[in-house]
């Protein structure tokens, strides 16, 4: 996705802070701003499972972590 994000957030580089640029733009693409600022962890997981695999939802059938992982890791 770095093609599409280079231009679109002006990135130079695939630094540590330009991958957490994209990991913040991809979470307010999935609406899972507000949720997670209201605390519901839960459906911002739920919102942004389509795009990382290592969140439970998704279809990439590469294992994931469960709910209960990701909240204990928060």
Known sequence: Y???Y???????DFSPLAQDKIALQQIK?????QP??????EFA??????I??????NSY???GKSLA???AKY
């Open 36 to 41: 997670i600022l209201d605390g519901n962890l």
């Open 6 to 12: 280079e231009k679109q957030l002006g990135l130079s």
């Open 69 to 71: 992982t990701l909240l």
């Open 61 to 63: 059938g590469q294992g």
């Open 45 to 50: 997981i739920k919102a942004c499972s389509n």
């Open 29 to 33: 693409e999935c609406r899972a701003i």
């Open 2 to 4: 770095f093609q599409v």
């Open 52 to 57: 990382w695999a290592s969140f439970p939802g």
